[in-house]
């Protein structure tokens, strides 16, 4: 499938890097409203360049729109892409604003378009395996999930120092504007969709607890640094998420069952072990049996991933999925309902001082299917 990129930012590099790995997506080209930006990725990676958004929505040869732009930018940039006909797949969130996600979905749908939204590690080798012990009841009944998002107090960090592969810095106002449970908590929230089916209703808490995050600059928004949700699913699952850039780093995932713990230490490593531990009882009290078994993780279905940053995640695969969609005439597992129920609850989360702790659900998604190499 021919690809286009729009948004040569940050987050480009982790896409570039990884689209190697799936030689089905060609890429025809890349745009950015900063020209010079578009023209150093281009030339990082030996790819054409378009001057306008127009240029690249008019090439007929463009099938997918990858729009890798600022998540404000994400509704001006997916729906011109649908209306010209395009599928797209955005980085995270799908939009910034409920009803915003609900037309782009709409759009899609009327017009027979395929829409996907990051992150798509739900179709990691670590997921899938955890989603394999599930269904085998590895821990017996599955009852509640503790997961972390914590990714260490960011804002006491070189962090205007960072840079992509290609020198692109961190766009770190951006980051602080827009808050780390709409950055973040997807990772999370899409597993937890993926195993355990559409939530039905959340409680959640935000706060800005770091005043002043960029010395000598004013944000123009103040974004929620922490946010903790509990999240009730269909099936009867229960999930507590926290999500911040001030605990220390965290990426670890529990899933408590009648019988043990599943378990895997960093949700944003595609193949990060994945380890259970049976329940004991002796003498009327519970113990955690000191032996782990360690679940086999699939081959690598790809390739090694050589990214650098963002811990070992291929960015590629989402847009490989929804491509794979349509060449097999099948829904895509990150479907456009999927990716507006995740968006649901990020915002929710992330809204939480502005519109208070407890949301219903107002969205749902058909069952996702097991990637094929982790039956």
């Not at 089905?24 to 010079?36: F, H, P, S, T, Y």
């Not at 713990?261 to 944003?268: F, G, K, Q, R």
């Not at 193949?271 to 009327?284: A, D, E, F, G, L």
């Not at 129920?341 to 990020?346: C, K, L, P, T």
Request: with cysteine; aromatic share 8%; hydrophobic share 40%.
């Amino acid at each position: 499938m021919n690809i286009a990129l729009v948004g040569c930012g940050f987050v480009a590099d982790y896409y570039l890097m990884t689209l190697p790995l799936h030689p089905e997506l060609k890429v025809m080209g890349v745009m950015d409203r900063l020209a010079n930006r578009a023209s150093h990725l281009a030339s990082a990676y030996g790819v054409s360049q378009y001057d306008t958004l127009d240029d690249l929505l008019n090439d007929s040869r463009v099938e997918l729109v990858l729009n890798l732009t600022n998540p404000r930018s994400h509704y001006d940039v997916s729906k011109p892409a649908l209306l010209a006909g395009k599928h797209v797949y955005t980085e995270k969130p799908l939009a910034m604003q409920m009803d915003q996600a609900r037309e782009l979905t709409e759009i899609a749908e009327s017009k027979g378009l395929l829409l996907s939204s990051a992150p798509c590690s739900s179709l990691s080798e670590t997921a899938q395996t955890i989603w394999n012990a599930l269904r085998y009841k590895a821990v017996g009944e599955p009852r509640l999930v503790y997961a972390e998002m914590d990714d260490g107090m960011v804002t006491r960090m070189q962090y205007r120092k960072w840079l992509s592969v290609s020198g692109v810095p961190w766009p770190y106002k951006d980051e602080f504007e827009v808050g780390c449970t709409m950055e973040h908590a997807g990772y999370v929230l899409s597993w937890l969709a993926t195993w355990f089916g559409p939530a039905t209703s959340l409680t959640s808490f935000a706060s800005a607890q770091i005043p002043d995050k960029v010395p000598g600059e004013t944000l123009d928004t103040d974004a929620p640094d922490f946010s903790v949700a509990c999240i009730q699913f269909r099936s009867g699952i229960v999930a507590r998420l926290s999500c911040s850039i001030i605990a220390p780093h965290d990426h670890t995932l529990k899933i408590i069952g009648d019988d043990g713990v599943l378990s895997t230490a960093d949700t944003w490593n595609y193949r990060s072990p994945v380890h259970s531990q049976k329940m004991v009882t002796i003498r009327r009290r519970t113990f955690m049996n000191p032996f782990r078994k360690k679940h086999a993780l699939p081959p690598n279905p790809y390739q090694k991933i050589k990214t650098r940053g963002a811990q070992s995640m291929d960015f590629a695969r989402g847009p490989a999925e929804l491509a794979a969609a349509v060449r097999e005439k099948r829904p895509c597992r990150l479907s456009s309902r999927f990716s507006l129920h995740v968006n649901e609850m990020a915002l929710a989360i992330h809204w939480a001082r502005e519109q208070g702790g407890s949301y219903r659900m107002t969205t749902t998604f058909d069952p996702v299917e097991p990637m094929p190499w982790a039956k």
